[in-house]
Structure formats: structure tokens, C-alpha cells
């Protein structure tokens, strides 16, 4: 293990691309060396205040480089197989954008060729990095909101139509990245049925739900739209302790703790368990955390950087991504029977630690 | 048709009875002439300080009395069947709190029985009496919002866990009734599917959730919790020329218009109808109504008084109940079949108008 | 001492008599023995639900009832003089509206009299005892705060051009009496500059602003408005160790204290102390308390009861109710030479504990 | 008259001469020839992304360069005088930070500068370029909200202690400068009132209020504050036809108009003009009007440019930059003088056009 500054190649100059290359650039942890794409223009616009960055039209050129460390793919969904195996065989990391493949069963061998390698495959679930899901993600695991009962996502507004995905796959990874980091566990669902409409007529869902209920009994849902002038990006997650809720819009007060809800009653003298529960409500104050106010992609590339150096798996891997694809094809799978809860394994496997060639 | 002040009785003094009261006692269309309860202290108490009301625990006797043109229903669910037909059959007029019943097949019974009398049957889904909820109704009618798209409605606080019917039968009702009330010919549901949970062990749904595709493509969808400290109600109406937004605990701003959304560009030169049509964004101004304070209970036994005089349905009638329950019981065998959709008819009849001996 | 019921009467059935009738009448502290009126019917009116209390129309006969130990007073502020002190002479403990009087001469009159005679003179300065403030006052005192640095006060919206007062005799008691209320040794400025503006030819302002310089070097202010139709009832105190935002149209988080703001950092090091302080600015959380749910005119007369009983002087006693008067008395003042800084005595005295006849 | 690109250095590259050097480099109607710092390193460092800007540290080789038609200064207050009337004298357009002067002795000389030499001078007064001002503005002019009855504005929030000016100086030429545009005829207040603390010993007000009596009876008012943890930024106009609330923190709805407010009934048979209107309040609907999204500096270069090429003073030219002086300069005296009235001329002069060697 070595703590140098890794060299770090982006793949694809596109819509998310020149974000990777800032952050990057800007990064203590990494030299980008390069950036590839196949409209070389394009990659020369993002570098052009960035000196000494190589400008690559051939993958095959870029990773035949031993100076490449690591690969970050910002490349449509389609190609991240394709560009992930290539780079993991030719014993590059992989940092890959959200969702990690267009299919589970790519996804699953960018996983296996990523661990039989010893490599590091990343997720880059961006919003897990930011100040707000990281202090939620901790008051979660520290036992703040007691056992969860239900997680409720709703993220609308008038978004662009996407010429090959519906609203789920465009917007709801976004949630369900989210519930994966910071659930115990994972997200682990039992099913997921999902609800769509198409009253446009564009093709695909433009407005959709996901039910997902999950182990324990809680249920957590999304609701994703395309066609909401008014935006909405908020999270309840409610326990039996506390509940948390998340307005990524209220820029001054994103995370709000209340100290409010429902507690349990057991009564001993009573026979059966279930029954013998009483419920009582609570009302305590509201609290809410001071947030750092870090970039989270730059949190997001420290963490590529670290998990390389550490041999350790990142906290989105490529099993992280995995979940979420489970999940978006139970859904799809959903939409064509109706609303029909399709099962999931809810096996909730993370990857073991691998030796990295760090 | 007389324009003669009514003679109301209302039965049941429980928790929603003394604001029936209080509004019959008010108005100048009515003459609250009893109040009727197992208990007669209890109807002692919301009459203390109505002189002249008369008291009355025997329902037979009330009926009985041919000064009552018409009965308010304000008992527990499972009652409202036997004292509406009972009271019907007396040649009362009827007004019954939500649900109408507690299955559709008594509902269907009193809609049929009140039909053959000619009188009226009335149900008090009292938020479609709200100034915000009239002035929706009337956006909509005008064309306002255009066809509508998608309808989305959530209500979640801390709420009593009721002891005899989830969370869906408690709360979704309010939502559907306005659904019912707003949209052009009702709520004509395809079908319906909906998740629970009961995560706290309460022996019912405490959080649910219910999708509606309706006829033309559009999605009406429900949430309702009582697990939730963050009190929302909202409901998010999209149509192709604008958006509005109930956000009924906005005090200052209740309803908005967005005349901002999506538009559908159609062009004629390309083959297919459907995958011509191009779809753009429009940013615009905003929109709010100012809004009546005129209590909605006020209204609502105004409009009980109008149909009868009118030998006309009132505006919430019983079929209007009767979509309700339909919805709810294809709710509970959804939720009993994992979200698999149930069909509905989807025939919103309304009843034809009847000639009321008024 | 006793901890019998008390007995009292309420002198005036106009505007805020019948909430003084209503709280009295359901406190476990008072029996309600009279109303009292110049116009019978209204008196009738405010009683007619509470069987067994007298209507009186006459003061001297009312007072010469021994058993009556209290008369609350809801008269217009012109008359509070006259009524009270003929009642505190008849040896009757009294409450009255704010504000205490309609001079501060006459006020001083009351308060001297009160003290000749043992007995309780108390304002209802209601405010004071609603839950939020009542938690503001605990939070100032216990230090939570720190030093006070400005305490500024907006309460405006559209209101009635009252035929007697302008908007500051109008409004501006209930932001002074809760700075009173709150600010460790009560409200003791320096001075008061006064702006007022009559736009519309009212013939007295409709929009006020008061700035109270106050021993320490803080700042206090008040803007109130009648012609504004945004509603808005916002508090902040500035302190040197938290600030705290009393929205009091917030339903879901009237209070909020920001463990945020200035700090000073002594720097031993220089000569002169003042300008050795450095300034340096922190980010902390958020916290908002639960408050009760307990109606305000609850927990005053509850307060007029226990001092009373305890031979103490009130919360809100007539000593406060002169300190408001004093402030807009100079306020009058310094409208009339264009904003002038009219010197207080800050004398901030506060009542020696009385001998109460209890 | 000539349409071509102007050519414009800037002076100053500290905290404001990037922005100036960004817009001015993407404008279609500048071009940038030129950045001067004493600090070369300075400038060079908000250029190095723009290949061919000069570099100069000598504002005398600058402005002997005839190659430059207009300076824009971003430099300390203190040395804006002393630039503006070299550049002035050397022929160039100036622009100029607010404020623009550190005394209105020398602010007045600018103006007859620039006068003299048939030059404009304007100054950066960036919030009248923003959308939400600009609709303002119209929104007044074309008498919207009819008389202005006062103009109320908030900005708080935590801010740097600056080491050379108070709070007033600091903040309080966003407000008035934005009173000075949308006001009919500019700022003409009667005379300031300024009320200021400092609290925490830093030397200067940190909190501070002007009160602005206006010709006609209006009030206008300013709370400016580096204390508090909250941040408000918020501006009512109440008008006699509507009232306007500008929240720019309001992201979803910037700029709001109540149709709603007070109305004056005159009453003909009444003999005294004043007593004889009644007022009445009217309840009505809010309106918030789309705004552009383009940037205000944006803005602000285009109109530089057009009032080169036109001939004519810009919409905040230099006696616009001089009545704000004024008002600053009275409230420094009104503060030394516990807040007495300071008159001014209000003899709200505008500038003549001037015969521009466009």
C-alpha cells in the first residue's frame, strides 16, 4: 500500500465528465493524466485551462499507458461494460457513473472480473458523498432514529425528457443509491412494485413509484417525476426513536431530527406479542445538524483514492451498484405486469475486502 | 319545491356530530330539531347551549316523527347501512359522514334504496366543501390546467392509530373524494394498487400508498401515514397547459397555479401520431387565488338543503361514497395480494336526477 | 395565604371580555361570580352558556360585593384608571388589559394605590404567557443566549385603523412587553427614537418604528405596520453565544435557536481592551424546543391566582405595564421632533414584594 | 454613434474585479484589453484563462493608451475619486464600485468631471440589474402598485466585520440603490434618521436603521445587520393599489404582488378632505411574475455599452451614486446625533443627457 498520488484517466467528456476532470484536477490524491473521448474537440474544450493533460481518442491507446492508475467512466450506460472490462483486464481501477450497467448480469461481471483481479470497481453515487446523506448515514448506524420503519423519497421536478431511459431510470438511482448507504445493511428489499404513467405519450414513464418493502418489516417508497413545475427533493425516514427529514432544498435547514413519534408499549401481562403493543406518541424538540460544506464529488474521489490505497472496497462499490440495478429491473419487470411485486434475493451481500494492488 | 327552512336530526353525538351540529344549528337553510344518541348525556352536552333541541335516544321514535324532513349520520361506519336505510325507508332525506358504509354492497344498497324514494343521499366528504378544494373544482372544469397528466396527493402526520380500520380507510378517503371531486367525470380509476406496512406491529397498515391509472393515460397516486412527524398535505395536480399545488397548511398561499409545464409540439410532417409529438418546457408566472374563509361545514349543509329543494344529487352524492368504497375494498384486496393490480369498472356513472319531494 | 378559589368579576364584555370570561369560567383557580356592562345584553350575551353568573351593570354595586376578591378589567385603556382604582379601594385585586392605562401619570397613580393597599395589580400582557415566550424568557435566563447584542421585533400585516391610537399604541405593547418579559431586568433603553408615517391621510401613523438603545450597548427595535399584507410576526435576539428566531406564523418550529454567530476572542496580549477583541464567526446546529400546547389567557390567570395567593407580585405586574407605558408615551415624543432620541430613565425598577391580604 | 465593441480595462483585481472581468469578457459589446492591479501577480491570475488581456500595473501608462475607451474601477472607496478623475481627464467612460465615493464632496466632482468632458459615468449598483429589480421597476412605473404608501427593507444575515466601514456603509447601498431605481423619480427623501449599535465593541455599528421620510407622506426604511445567524434579504412595497414583496432568498418565488391591501373611499359630502376617506381593506389574489434567469452583471455591462453608444446617462449613472452618498453621509451625522432627523435636499435631480463622444 502506498499513499502517492495516483494518475487518474477520465473516460468521456460529456454532460458529467468535466465535473470528474474538475474535481480531479483540483484533488491532492490524484494527477489526471488524461482524458479520452472519441470527439477529441470535446476533450480538448474541458482541459483547455488545465496544462499537461493528454488529450486521447483510443481507449485501447490509453490503457495499454502504464502511467494509468485508474479509469473514471463518464460514458453513456450502454458502454460501461464494455469500457469497465477493458480497463479492470488491463489492471486499471474503475470508478464508473451511475447506474453501473445497463443490465444486472453486466453489472454482476464487472463485479467478478473487478474482484478477480483485485481491483477496486466504484460507484459513483454522488449523493452519498454529500455533507447532508453523510451526517444521515451516521445518525442512522448510531442508532439516532432506533429501527426503521418506513423511508419515504420524493424527487420532482420539470426534468428533460431522456431519449433512452424512463423517469426510474433516470431519477430514482438517485434515491435508491441513497437508501442503500445509509439503511444498516444495504437496501436489502423483499420485492419492489413500481407504478408508471406515460400521459404525454412520450414513450415512457414520465411520472413513477416504487414500492419496496423491505426486511423487518418497513416499507420504503420513491416517487420520481419528470412533470412538476414545483421541485420537491425530500426524504422522510422515520424510527421508532426519531424521525429525519431531508429538504435538499431548504438551503437552512437541510437535515431536521425530530424527537417525535411513536413509541412501543410492550405489556408483559399480555399473551401474544404482537398484540400486547400499545402505541403512544411523543412530541420533543427538532434538531437539526450543522453540515460541513464540502463538495461531495471531492469527497467522492478522496474515497476512490483511499479505498486503492487502503485494499479495502469503497463505500459505493460495484456490489452497491449492483443493488440498485436489481432493483431497477425488478421495477421494469413491475411496470410490464401491472404493479406486480416482483421478488428480490434481499440478500444484501457486500463485497468482502480484497487485496488491492495498491 | 319550497324554499321553506328544513328540519334536520342528527344522529350520533360522537366526535364529528357536535360540528354538525353547531353548523345545522347555524345556518338559515336548517332547524335542527333533535339530537339522537345511545348515550343522552353525551347529546345532552353538545345541545347545552341549544335551547329548544330536542333529545332523543331511540331512533325508531325520531324517525317516527313526521316533523324530521331529513337525518345527519355522524355514528361508526358499520352503522351507517341500518339507520340510512331505516331512515330512508321513513322518508328522510339522508346525509352520512365518510365512508359511506363500510362495504360497497350496503353502499350500493342505500344509493339504490334512496333512489327508489326520491330522496336524497348526501355524503359529507366535507374537504370537497373547502374554498380551496371549490376553486380547484372550477380551475379544472374551465380547462385551466388543460388535460390532466398526473395527481398526486400526500397527507401524512402523527396520527391515531384507530382501532377498527387502517390507515388507508382513515385517511385516503379525504384524497379520493377530492380526486372524485375535481376531476371532469369523477374518479374513474382503471384499477388500484396499493402497499402497506405495518412496521410497528399494529395489526394494520400505518403507512400506505395507492396508484390509480385512469382512463386516458394519466396516474392519480395516494400516500397517507400516520407515522410521520413532518405534518405535508399536498396535492400536486398536473395538466398540459399548467400545474397546481394544494398545500392546504400554507396559510398564506394555499392554492398555486403554475402556468409553467410541459407542451406537447406536435408534428404533422412525421408519420406516426404518438412519437411525433416533441415535448418542451415553458417557464411562466404564478398564480394565486384568493380564497373564501366561508367555513366548509357551512357550505356543505347549504348544498344538503339546495338538492333537496332542487330535487336535484347533491354535488358529493351517494355514488360519489360509492366510488370511494369501491376503491377502498379493491385497495384492501391489493394490499392482501401483495400490490397486484385490481381492476375497476371505471364506469363513473352518476346518478340521474331525481324528483325529490321537497 | 389560601389556596381557596378565588372569586371575580369581569368589568367589560366588549372585544377581549369574553376570552377573560371564558378562561376564568374554566379555571379550577376562579369562580366567575359577575360580568359586568354598562350595555346588559352584551353581558347577557358573553354568560348566556354559563349558568349562575350575575349580570351587573353597575360598577359601585358590583364592588361593594365582598364577594367578589378580584375584578378583571376589558375596558377601554381611558377608563382603566377610573375602574381600577375604584376597585383597588373597594379592596379588589386587579387585572387589567394592556395597555395599563392611557397615561403613564394615571399608570404610576394605579400602581402607587395598588401598593397602599396590599393588593395585586397585574397587566395581561398575553403574550408573556404564551408557551414560546415563556421558553424564550427561561433560555435568556439560564444564559443560553449569552449577553444580549439587539433584540428586533417585526409584527406587521393588514389591520383596522383603530379611531384612537395609531399603530404603535396599537401594536407595539406586544413586542415591548415580551422584551420586557425576556431581557434579564426587564426593559430598562436609555432612550427611544421614534418613525411613524400616515401615507394614506389616517390622521395618526400606520406603520411605526421604534429603536431602543439599552443599557449594555444592545439594541432593541420594533417595525409595526397596519397595511401590509404580508403577515409577518418574527423575533430574533442576537446574543454573544446563540440567537434565537421566534417565528411565531411558523406552526412547526415557533422557536429556533442557531448555536451560531459571533465570537469574541480577547486577545490579552493588547493595551487597550476594546479594541483587542477579535471577532470571529461560528457555525453550529439548530435546535428548536417543543413548547406546550397550553393557551396563553390559560396560564395568566392561573399567574394572577398564584400571586394572589402568594402575596407576591405577578410576572407581568403593574410596574411592567408602566415601563411599556413609558416607552410610548416618549415615543409620542420623539414623533413629534421628528425621531429625537427622548431619554428613559432606565430606571427598570421592579416591585418590592407586597403584603398581600390573601 | 457607433455600434462597434467598446474596449474596456479594469483596475482592480481583487475581490469584485474578477466578476467585472468575466462579464466584460463575455460581452459581445466589450472587449477586454486590459486588467491593472499594483499586485501584477494579482492580475495575472484572474486573466490566465483569458489569452491577450494585458497586464499593467501603471494606471498611467493605462490610461495614456488610447486603445482603451472606458475604465472600470474596482478598487477600495478611497481611490476611487483619484481614478475616476484621471481616466476621466484622460477621455475615457468610467465605471465605478459602489460606493462611488468615499465622500459626497468627492463623489460631486466626479459628476461635473465627467459632465465637463461629455463622458459617462456610472456606477455599478449590481441589484438594479438583477431580474426580480428590473421587473420591479416596471412594475411601478406602470403605476401597478399605485402610491407608494412605504418601502421596507430587511438584509441580515452573518457578515465580515469590514475593517474600514460600518454596517451601513457596507450594506445599505444595495437597499437604497434599489430604492433610488424603482422609486418614481429616484430616492428624494426628506432627511435620514440613522439608529445604529455596537454591541460587541468592534469599533463601528453592526447593526444599523435609516428611517427615509419621503415627499408625499411615504416611509422608507432599512435594517442592515452582520449578526444575525438568519439570513433575511427582503423588501415590501406597499403601494395603495397592491403590494410587492421581493424575497431573494425566495428561490421558487422571487417577487410577489398581492392584489390586496388598502383602499381609500372618499367621501364627497364630508367637509375636511382628510377625515373624509374611509379606508377599507381588499383581499385579492398574488401574483408572481417569471423572471429572466440572465445575470445581472450581465446586465450591467450591456448597459454601460448602451449608454456609451447612445449619448445618454445610464439607468445608474453618477448622481444616482451620489444620492446614496448623501443619504450615507446624513445617516453618519444623524448617528453622531442619537438619531436625529438630518434633512436632505431631496431635490432627486437627474443628470441632463449629455453629448456623449460615443
Redesign the interface.
Known sequence: MSTDRLRVAVVGAGYWGPNLVRNFAASDDWDLVAVCDLDLERARRVT??LPGIRIESSLDVLLADDDVDAVAIATPARTHHGIALAALRAGKHVLVEKPLADTSERGREMVAVAQENGLVLMCDHTYCYTPAVSKIRELVADGALG????I?S?R?N?GL?QPDVDVLWDLAPHDLSVFDFVLPGGLQPL?V?A?????????KS??G?L?L?LV????A?V?V?W?????IRQM?I?G?ER?L?WDD?N???RV?V?????D?IDRPESGA???A?T?A?R????????LDEKEALRSMVEEFAASIHGGRQPRTDGTAGLRILDVLEAAGRSLRQ????QPLAASGWRHPAVAVAG
Chains 1, 2, 3, 4 share one sequence.
Not at 412533470?227 to 421541485?231: A, E, F, L, V
Not at 412530541?283 to 450543522?290: F, I, L, Q, R
Open positions: 483547455q485551462q429501527e426503521i420503519l418506513f419515504d420524493v420532482i420539470l425528457i420485492g412494485s407504478q408508471g404513467a406515460d400521459p404525454l405519450g412520450a414513450g414520465c411520472v413509484y414500492s418493502p423487518g418489516g418497513a416499507l417508497h416517487h417525476n412533470m412538476s413545475p414545483t421541485k422522510v422515520g421508532t424521525t427529514v432544498l438551503l437552512v435547514q431536521s425530530f424527537d417525535r413519534g411513536v412501543l406479542e404482537r398484540t403493543r402505541i406518541y412530541v420533543g424538540d427538532t434538531w437539526s445538524p450543522a401491472a404493479g406486480e411485486l
